[in-house]
Each structure stands twice: as structure tokens, then as C-alpha cells.
């Protein structure tokens, strides 16, 4: 874990503070998203094993069928057969629908979750970057006053005269002093950076006028849910 250093007690105290912020909700955004990613998993693998019921289904259906085109006739013993294989698959195709309604549900919840938690680290890490940039440029200043005031003057001595302000024209001294910060590499320590993450960038909660509109809409019941109450 990267230790932050400033000079100053009290700012030193408020960047701990805020690193201290982002260190944990970092955890928390990759707790919750490696939470979403076992649900998905959990959803391929029922996605899997519905299609797989549905094909044992279709060929043991196709092969009645084939048995009876072949005699042309289908006697009380196949028929009740076919009926009960029928219920059978049927029951187990909607109890695997039901898992897939349920893991939905999940995972859209901890996509939400997900999502806040990424947004919250995002704005935390805006925060404490612009709080420790503004600290040690503060400290470079403090500990380079005389430099700083003495290459200051020597480029705006030398710079032209704005009527307007009734000063040098400073324009000289700020594009200079860009440039020269330009050509410096940028290092962000690794440590800041953002977790990759099974959410989608794509991906977007509903907003509150959605949630709003779908509470005046009539609820599907789903999951098992649903599944009992079709018995």
C-alpha cells in the first residue's frame, strides 16, 4: 500500500484521511464485482443446463414422433408416456427459467451496487488527487520561494507590456512554465488505479423517473415466485 507523505501535520492528517476513503472503497467496488461476477457465472451455467433440457427434450419428443410416423398408429400406453415426458420437461425447463429470473434479478441489483461503488471511487480519487497535486505544489513553493520569485521576474521583466491591465504581459510566463511541465512524464502510482471490472462501461443504472414510472406499472411476478404460485 502506497504511504503519502506532507510536511504539514493537519494536511497530512486530511490526505491519510482521504486515502484512507479511497483504499476502502476500492475494496468495496472489488468486492461487489466479484460478487457480480459469480452471479453471472451461476447464470452461464443455468443458461447452459436450460438449453441442455431443451434439447434432451426436443430429441425424445422428435423420437416419439418418428415412432409413430413409422406404425401410424400410437396406442394408449405411448400416448400417456409422451404426456407424462411432456409435464416432466416441461417442469423441469420452468424450474431452470425460474434460477434464470432470480439470478437476474441479483445480478441487477449488484450491477447497481457496482455502479455506485464505482462512481463514489471515482469522485474519491478526483478529490485526493487534487488535494495532494495542490499540497505539494504548496511545498515546492514554500521550499523554492527565492528560485521561483527570481526565474518569475526574469521572464516577465522581459515580457510585453498589456495596456489593459496596466501589467506585464504574464501570458509569456504561464506558456513557458507549461511547456516545461509538459515535457515531464506523468507516473500515477499503480496504486491509484481503477480495478477492472466484469461491469460493463456501457452499462447505466435506471434513473429515478424510470423507477418512478415502473412503480405505477403492474409487477410481473417472477423467480420462484412465480413458479409456486403455477402450480
Known amino acids: 500500500m502506497i504511504e503519502l507523505k506532507l510536511q504539514n501535520p493537519e494536511t497530512q492528517e486530511k490526505l491519510t484521511a482521504l486515502l484512507g476513503d479511497f483504499n476502502h472503497q476500492k475494496a468495496l467496488l472489488i468486492a461487489f464485482d466479484k460478487k457480480l461476477t459469480e452471479l453471472e457465472g451461476k447464470k452461464a451455467k443455468n443458461s447452459a443446463t436450460l438449453f441442455a433440457v431443451k434439447g434432451e427434450f426436443e430429441s425424445e419428443f422428435a423420437g416419439i414422433k418418428a415412432k409413430f410416423e413409422q406404425a401410424n398408429e400410437l396406442s394408449i400406453d405411448d400416448y400417456t408416456e409422451t404426456k407424462k415426458l411432456k409435464a416432466e420437461f416441461e417442469s423441469r425447463i420452468d424450474f431452470f427459467k425460474a434460477i434464470e429470473e432470480e439470478l437476474e434479478e441479483k445480478i441487477d441489483s449488484k450491477r447497481e451496487q457496482a455502479y455506485t461503488a464505482?462512481?463514489?471511487?471515482?469522485?474519491?480519487?478526483?478529490?485526493?488527487?487534487?488535494?495532494?497535486?495542490?499540497?505539494?505544489?504548496?511545498?515546492?513553493?514554500?521550499?523554492?520561494?527565492?528560485?521561483?520569485?527570481?526565474?518569475?521576474?526574469?521572464?516577465?521583466?522581459?515580457?510585453?507590456?498589456?495596456?489593459?491591465?496596466?501589467?506585464?504581459?504574464?501570458?509569456?510566463?504561464?506558456?513557458?512554465?507549461?511547456?516545461?511541465?509538459?515535457?515531464?512524464d506523468i507516473a500515477t502510482p499503480v496504486e491509484f488505479n481503477l480495478p477492472t471490472l466484469t461491469l460493463s462501461d456501457n452499462w447505466k443504472p435506471k434513473t429515478p423517473v424510470q423507477k418512478h414510472a415502473e412503480s405505477f406499472q403492474q409487477q410481473k411476478e417472477t423467480g420462484f415466485k412465480r413458479l409456486l404460485n403455477n402450480i
Open 118 to 184: 464505482q462512481t463514489n471511487l471515482t469522485n474519491t480519487r478526483k478529490r485526493l488527487f487534487m488535494f495532494y497535486g495542490e499540497a505539494l505544489i504548496n511545498e515546492f513553493i514554500q521550499q523554492h520561494q527565492t528560485e521561483i520569485k527570481l526565474f518569475r521576474s526574469l521572464i516577465l521583466d522581459c515580457a510585453d507590456y498589456d495596456e489593459i491591465t496596466g501589467k506585464e504581459d504574464e501570458s509569456t510566463f504561464n506558456e513557458l512554465l507549461t511547456q516545461k511541465l509538459a515535457k515531464l
